[in-house]
């Protein structure tokens, strides 16, 4: 088998510091992968002003099989243009329209809801990725005056509902799951979340084996403190889906814990932690490798690598029981001991 090719954009902050100990991870399973990195980030546009060069999305797309990507985001470039431009860029542009988003309590010692066990916190949140308030449709109008108005559009499309409704109940039905619940705020958006409505009761009828729900996103948010036991498959719009998973992170140990995937089936696909770049931890060898490490675990399932992904949650799950965390997650070590420590259990 070729091994498959991923390009690495570690970015900014504390991406430069996961980045490389997700590395080492992928590398102690012997994974057949072969790593190109890029220096997409603050530093590269400070320097010479480049965010993503003129090909950047295509090549992605034409030579490699995934990306895994740190953060991006840096007091120095208070515009956080680069970030968008290559973060969003890569979702809108390469049409990674799923934002896959597992939930995992892996120790009831990371969880601060008490007798929370990891059987009560097990979900996964399918985010809509490339429409919503994120395509930055609207403007101003007498901008700086007290008559000012502001506008951001909320774009819905019937493709773009109906395919991540659909991707979210082939998920269910590839990962044995039995229920998918979908999160809106139908009862105030009555035409944007109307259509979410109608797509989900038609697209929950070709899928009879696995039970659909539904919640106003406020009322799951009580929910997933409540009984997060009850959640399986959530489903939701681009900005429900980033607010309500930064929540879902905390009750499985913190943003350092928390794994993501940006996927288009059949295509290249993008993996990247749910945290941000984190400066103030930036350069301290403090930030949490977990989560960065665990997103690569998923690409490489993602890429047909199941046996190495398993070896890498399992080598997750040991410095968990055994405490060898960095401080966020209640232990004493830093980032480049944690990925050390994982990658050793990993060879074995
Ligand atoms: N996907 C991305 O690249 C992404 C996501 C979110 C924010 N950002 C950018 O990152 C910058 C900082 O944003 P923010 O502060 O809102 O979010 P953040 O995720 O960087 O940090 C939020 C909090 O969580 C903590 N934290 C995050 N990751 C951690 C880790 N691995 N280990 C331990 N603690 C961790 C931070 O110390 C901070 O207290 C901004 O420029 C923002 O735009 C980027």
Known sequence: MNPKRIAVVAGDGIGKEVIPQAVHAVRATGAAVEFTEFDWSADRYLRDGTTIPPDGFAMLEREFDAALVGALGDPRVPSNIHAKEILLG??????????????????????????????????????ENTEGIYVDVGGTFKQGTPDEIAINEDVNTRKGVERIIRYAFEYAQQNGRKRVLMADKSNVLTHAHGLWQRVFK?????????????????????????????????????????????LAAALQGGLGMAASGNIHPGKTSMF???????????GKNAANPIGAILTAAMMLEHLGLKQECDHIEQGVLAAVRERKLTTDAGGNLGTREVGGWIAQRIRG
Not at 100 to 120: A, I
Not at 234 to 242: A, E, L, R, S, W
Not at 272 to 282: D, I, N, R, T
């Open 90 to 127: 890569m979702r809108f542009r390469m049409d990674l329209y799923a934002n896959v988003r597992p939930v995992k309590l892996l120790d009831e010692s990371l969880c601060p809801l008490k007798n929370t066990r990891p059987e009560d916190v097990n979900f996964t949140v399918i985010r």
């Open 202 to 246: 038609e697209v929950a009828g070709e899928y009879p084996a696995i039970q659909p729900s539904h919640m106003y996103v406020d009322a799951l948010c009580l929910q997933m403190v409540r009984e997060p036991r009850q959640l399986e498959v959530i489903v939701t719009n681009n900005m429900f889906g980033d607010i309500i998973t930064d």
């Open 272 to 282: 990247e932690p749910v945290h941000g770049s984190a400066p103030q931890l930036a």
